[in-house]
């Protein structure tokens, strides 16, 4: 078990309440999805945009009630590196830890890029590094901080968003005809489209890796997710109806800065830089929370020694896994003064399906007395995280194909080591 015993000197703090956690779940999937994954959905879709919406909402919302049902259960930091080691077997635990690791660091590089390329284009990657050290630094003083930074981010974006909608509904450029779905809209477009956007909604995990610091996780867990993801789906759709009306599905598909082109088309241009500073505080909020999430998965595998002990340790003052956390920040700060954002997207997209694939098949397993969901949203999630996984970009599919597998044969070689002893 991830979870070590009450009182002794690595247990977390339970100090979050519902409202954290839904803070901490919405400045997860509120974040640099809904700025920037429109533009490339659009060009996938084109007019099915809103179906790949819909789907990947539907696939979302299956992910969300199997994530909740199991966090009850089992309220551990870990998400589903837990849950698919207690329900299917140590390997599907290892192999779901592995990929939410890698694929997050890459979305963590993602959100830092994306920071510097709305604060300051011509020296994005140095920003870049900077928003992460700085962050790091916050959420090594404790979770608390955290939550609280986060709940001002999330407030200051939505604020920003409801802004673009209402200028954009109320301006003369809507055309209702955008939202007709045209012969451009092929199935496999809507498919893809779904993935990429499925990137936006995979936050409501975050609120599952932070299981062993939420105060009566069995109520507030369940009541967090859906609530979180419940609030960021109404947000996207009118997000994306209201671009949608104003720049249509190839004026949307072209654009560099989706919502910044819609207040320009809108007449509201002293908007856009206001949307610009929303954009760098929405990206700045997932990367507080993804940095959260992934030095809580490295705690529970380092933990069951699938990654140095040392990593388990929790800072006796402030109670969070603080070696885990500087190791995730200065993995992310190398991997964003080196990388490129949009290869990142794709590959964190396909480790996350994956993740979220085995979290299905894990609450498959749950009895009704454990709080079973309703048969068919496992079977759904799961058909759906491997459909969505395998309709991206090819080069994404083989890359993270080609990670899953090598993590599977580090697995295999350790096993084996272990036997030869």
Same mark, same amino acid.
């Given at each position: ?68 049902? *199991? ?29 939410? +690791? ?31 050290? @700085? ?24 604020? +920003? #968003? ?33 993935? *990429? ?36 789906? @109404? ?35 002293? *908007?856009?830089?206001? @949307? ?15 940095? #959260? ?26 109670? @969070? ?57 496992? +079977?759904?999630? #799961? ?10 970009? #090819? ?7 080609? +990670? ?18």
């Amino acid at each position: 078990m991830s979870k070590p015993a009450a009182g002794v000197p690595d247990e977390l703090r339970r100090r979050l309440g519902v409202p954290d956690a839904v803070t901490i779940g919405l400045g997860a999937m509120i974040g640099a999805g809904i700025f920037a994954a429109l533009a490339p959905a659009a060009r996938a879709a084109g007019s099915g945009l809103l179906l790949g919406l819909a789907l990947a909402a539907v696939v979302a919302y299956c992910n969300a009630t199997s994530s909740a049902r *199991l966090a009850a259960q089992y309220p551990a930091s870990g998400g589903t590196y837990v849950y698919g080691r207690e329900r299917l077997g140590e390997f599907w635990g290892y192999l779901a830890g592995w990929a939410f +690791v890698v694929g997050k660091t890459a979305s963590c590089a993602a959100m830092a890029l994306t920071v510097g390329s709305y604060v300051w284009p011509g020296q994005a990657h140095a920003v870049a590094v900077a928003a992460v050290l @700085v962050l790091t630094a916050v959420n090594y003083a404790g979770v608390q901080k955290s939550a609280l930074l986060t709940r001002v981010i999330v407030a200051v974006v939505l604020a +920003v #968003l409801v802004a673009v909608v209402v200028a954009s509904l109320t301006s003369g450029a809507v055309d209702t005809a955008h939202l007709d779905i045209g012969a451009d809209a092929t199935a496999g477009g809507v498919l893809q489209a779904a993935g *990429l956007l499925f990137f936006a909604f995979a936050g409501y995990a975050r609120v599952a890796t932070l299981g062993e610091e939420v105060r009566d996780p069995a109520r507030t867990i369940p009541r967090a997710i859906p609530i979180a993801l419940g609030i960021t789906l @109404v947000v996207y759709t009118l997000v994306a109806v209201s671009v949608l009306l104003v720049l249509g599905p190839d004026g949307l598909a072209a654009a560099g800065a989706p919502l910044t082109e819609a207040a320009h088309t809108a007449g509201a241009d002293r *908007l856009a830089p206001v @949307v610009r500073v929303g954009a760098a505080l929405a990206a700045l909020g997932a990367l507080l929370a993804l940095i #959260l999430g992934v030095s809580r998965t490295v705690l529970a595998m380092a933990r069951d020694h699938h990654l140095p002990h040392a990593l388990a340790a929790v800072h006796p003052k402030y109670k @969070v896994p603080h070696r885990a956390e500087l190791l995730v920040g200065a993995v992310v700060a190398v991997a964003a003064a080196t990388t490129d954002v949009r290869g990142a997207i794709g590959f964190s997209s396909f480790g996350v399906l994956a993740y979220y694939a085995i979290a299905n098949a894990s609450a498959w397993t749950l009895t009704p007395a454990e709080g079973r969901p309703n048969r068919a949203v496992p +079977v759904v999630g #799961l058909t759906g995280c491997l459909v969505l996984a395998f309709a991206l970009p #090819l080069s994404s599919v083989i890359t993270g194909a080609a +990670v899953l597998l090598v993590g599977a044969a580090v697995f295999g070689a350790r096993r084996r080591a272990a036997r030869a002893t």
